[in-house]
């Protein structure tokens, strides 16, 4: 919850006046409120970090939300493929990575191990390419398995840090990796960047009825707070994998994969270049599409469950360097496409994506 720009502590009474109204700490309503004495002292007036954030976005053409209601659906992986791609595009892209307690995309960039640099001007990005930059805490972890347990007032401090004091430079586009859910870092990013103008939110959700509950919600969330839903992508939209590359068992589990390509390969040769298809989740319910009718958002398309795409992803490296991840890159391409086109924004070339 917030309060006229600055959010209402977690713990505080009910019918909070909000820590920058003149009452703070005064009214009834603060009676017996941990809170009360800080607020009663505490200076009034907008916060000037805001003006700060404002200045440094100053450089940033577009903003863009990647967000999801359910944990596991592979945000972290939409978000690094994006941004490789927008990158092999020539754009200038910033990835800003605020999943406080779960951040992965240092591994999905391949920048595990790098650390965070001060200059006169701010903290620097670690830089996959010299258009490509990422901000992630998890660079300032000194062991990558350190648990961050943190509360929200901890958290929502550094965003707000990462907004004010990284310099990005000149950015064409700025993806944000948010955790899932629609707590404390969703309202912070939100609030702290309106004032700059956010073009909108990519949500990610997968077929099934227990991720699209959730999603829902997401949508929800960003029709309240007047975020525009650039539209939803549903992951792991069945198993798309070369029929070469399947390995194939028995009745008793004993691997005879060599025996079954041989005897395609000298009977039905042309069946090797086929994609086998298979649904790993029930989407009987008719998954993100029907979801995407029902609420009113664009539907900006599906992408396969590929084991490519995990592949490059776990090596931190685009899916569309692997010629062999034909069928993800193809179809992460057209939804960058769809986005693009939302946005106006014109291709700078067509290399690499």
Same mark, same amino acid.
């Given at each position: ?40 002292? +505490? &200076?009034? =007036? ?5 003006? *700060? %954030? @404002? ?122 990796? +948010? &955790?899932? =859910? ?5 309202? *912070? %990013? @939100? ?163």
């Amino acid at each position: 919850m917030e309060n006229g720009g600055k959010e209402i502590p977690q713990d505080a009474n009910e019918h909070c006046p909000g820590p920058e109204s003149e009452s703070a700490g005064k009214s009834d309503a603060c009676e017996g409120c941990p809170n009360q004495e800080a607020c009663a002292t +505490a &200076p009034k =007036g907008p916060d000037p970090d805001l003006v *700060s %954030i @404002v200045e440094r976005m100053t450089t940033v053409k577009h903003k863009i939300l990647v967000l999801s209601g359910k944990g596991g659906v592979g945000k972290s992986t939409f978000s690094a493929q994006l941004s490789f791609a927008l990158a092999a595009m020539d754009f200038q892209v910033g990835l800003l990575d605020i999943d406080i307690c779960g951040p992965s995309i240092p591994k999905m960039l391949g920048l595990e191990g790098q650390e965070i640099h001060q200059s006169n001007l701010g903290w620097s990005p670690v830089y996959v390419e010299s258009n490509l930059g990422v901000m992630s805490i998890g660079f300032m972890l000194p062991n990558p398995d350190d648990a961050v347990i943190w509360r929200g007032p901890r958290k929502n401090g550094i965003i707000k840090q990462f907004l004010k004091d990284v310099y990005w430079g000149e950015l064409d586009f700025l993806i944000v990796d +948010a &955790p899932p =859910g629609t707590s404390d870092e969703h309202i *912070s %990013i @939100v609030q702290f960047l309106q004032a700059t103008g956010i073009d909108g939110a990519v949500i990610v959700t997968t077929p099934q009825q227990v991720s699209l509950i959730d999603v829902r919600k997401e949508v929800s969330f960003c029709k309240k707070v007047g975020l525009q839903v650039l539209g939803v992508v549903e992951n792991m939209s069945g198993l798309s994998q070369p029929l070469s590359e399947l390995r194939f068992l028995d009745g008793e589990q004993k691997d005879v994969t060599e025996l079954v390509i041989a005897s395609m390969r000298e009977k039905v040769p042309e069946m090797l270049n086929l994609v086998a298809f298979s649904e790993v989740f029930d989407s009987s319910g008719g998954g993100g599409a029907k979801m995407c009718m029902d609420m009113g958002v664009p539907f900006l398309g599906k992408v396969p469950l590929d084991p490519r795409l995990c592949k490059a992803a776990e090596e931190g490296r685009s899916c569309f360097d692997d010629s062999k991840c034909r069928v993800s890159a193809t179809a992460l391409k057209a939804i960058m496409e769809k986005i693009l086109s939302q946005l106006k924004v014109s291709r700078v070339d067509d290399g690499g994506a």
